[in-house]
């Protein structure tokens, strides 16, 4: 899992407050930031790392520690600000949204500044476009999961 410093400190924040009992992920989770570097002690054995610079070097970085192929890892990204850069540097090929409807504090709207790159736009500012590949919603909780897939682009026309 890749996720923003924000993010990262409003998780921790349930945590320290009793909101959430533990640090909820089971998976390994990199935190990008410029400015942490120590896991808070309210976390435990939280396994978590900090990492800046580069994002394709730090998503390439990922793919090559928690196998699968370093140049295409499979990752959970999670922050509004994180997605969005991922989105712009072209290191997505799939998408799955879930919406939740409560509202957690404030934080980065998934596309706010985003233009190009958003698949409500169909095209990602690389000239790919975005295809609707699932969407459902759970009639108990309101949760709505939306899957989008990068199209391959298409072939030149004569």
């Known amino acids: 899992m890749l996720m923003g410093r924000k993010t990262f400190e409003t998780v921790s924040g349930f945590v320290r407050a009793g909101v959430a009992p533990a640090w909820p992920y089971l ?31 730090v998503v390439r970085d990922i793919g090559a520690k928690h196998g699968g192929d370093p140049a295409k890892p499979l990752l959970y990204i999670d ?9 712009a540097a072209g290191l997505v090929d799939e998408m799955t949204i879930t919406t ?11 596309f706010d500044n985003a233009d190009s790159h958003t698949p409500a736009t169909t095209h990602d500012g690389t000239g790919q476009a975005w ?20 199209k391959a682009p298409s072939a030149p026309t004569a």
């Open 27 to 57: 998976m390994p989770v990199v935190v990008l930031t410029t400015t942490l570097s120590e896991v808070p002690s309210h976390l435990g054995d939280a396994n978590v790392a900090f990492a800046s610079g580069d994002l394709a070097a």
């Open 131 to 150: 295809a609707l590949v699932r969407a459902k919603v759970d009639a108990a909780s309101g949760h709505t999961c939306v899957k989008y897939a990068r």
């Open 100 to 110: 939740v409807p409560r509202m957690l504090f404030r934080g980065v709207r998934l």
């Open 79 to 87: 922050g509004g600000a994180v997605v969005q850069a991922c989105l």
